[in-house]
T-cell receptor, first 114, second 114 residues
Framework: DGGITQSPKYLFRKEGQNVTLSCEQN?????MYWYRQDPGQGLRLIYY???????QKGDIAEGYSVSREKKESFPLTVTSAQKNPTAFYLC?????????????FGPGTRLTVT | AQSVTQLGSHVSVSEGALVLLRCNYS??????LFWYVQYPNQGLQLLLK??????LVKGINGFEAEFKKSETSFHLTKPSAHMSDAAEYFC????????????FGAGTRLAVHP
């Protein structure tokens, strides 16, 4: 089955530690996205990438970093510089061959930092 | 700049009643519009999309939405609510400026009572 996988589902870290969230897709999509979701705030874009070895900052990139070394993979690192990292993180992908822009989402990773 | 407003952060209906979730958008170009559903601790699933082919769009699970340009609205409806419809619903518009970013509303949580 084609889809997007995110691992792990739940992640716990101590304050001051960097943590990397995994996102893999086998949909052959060119574009990939990372969102942060907090209660009552909808989704906020962290980073996005349209092609391998290229990525752009979204609306809330401070304290986060990404890489795009392979088309299938777009890992997100939450660094110790992120002041409030506890949130639900969603990865998405989109085919650039279609004009409409719909994105397909993974199941999410819930990160708790204490 | 494009934006999306979802009226009502919480909507409660009885099982079998009409579901109406409101979405208004702002866009300087003809928009592509989407509705997504999110069940607790899961990713977002695409319900339906407006791509200018037809103003009344049918989606999965019996949902539909009507694009009204004069009202800049894209409200989501379902004639008869089911308990399984309880979830959070997000309206989104495809952004301009490259990379087809999606602009999300803050979401509406739908509760269905027996």
């Amino acid at each position: 089955d084609g889809g997007i996988t995110q691992s792990p589902k739940y992640l716990f870290r101590k304050e001051g530690q960097n943590v990397t969230l995994s996102c893999e897709q086998n949909l052959n999509h060119d574009a990939m996205y990372w969102y942060r979701q907090d209660p009552g705030q909808g989704l906020r874009l962290i980073y996005y990438s349209q092609i391998v070895n290229d990525f752009q900052k979204g609306d809330i990139a401070e304290g986060y970093s990404v890489s795009r070394e392979k088309k299938e993979s777009f890992p997100l690192t939450v660094t110790s510089a992120q002041k409030n990292p506890t949130a639900f993180y969603l990865c998405a992908s989109r085919s650039t061959s279609g004009p409409y822009g719909e994105q397909y989402f993974g199941p999410g990773t819930r990160l708790t930092v204490t | 700049a494009q934006s999306v407003t979802q009226l009502g952060s919480h909507v409660s209906v009885s099982e079998g009643a009409l579901v109406l979730l409101r979405c208004n958008y702002s866009s300087s170009v003809p928009p592509y519009l989407f509705w997504y559903v999110q069940y607790p601790n899961q990713g977002l699933q695409l319900l339906l999309k407006y791509t200018s082919a037809a103003t009344l769009v049918k989606g999965i699970n019996g949902f539909e939405a009507e694009f009204k340009k004069s009202e800049t609205s894209f409200h989501l409806t379902k004639p008869s609510a089911h308990m399984s419809d309880a979830a959070e619903y997000f309206c989104a518009v495809s952004g301009t400026g490259g990379y087809n970013k999606l602009i999300f509303g803050a979401g509406t949580r739908l509760a269905v009572h027996p």
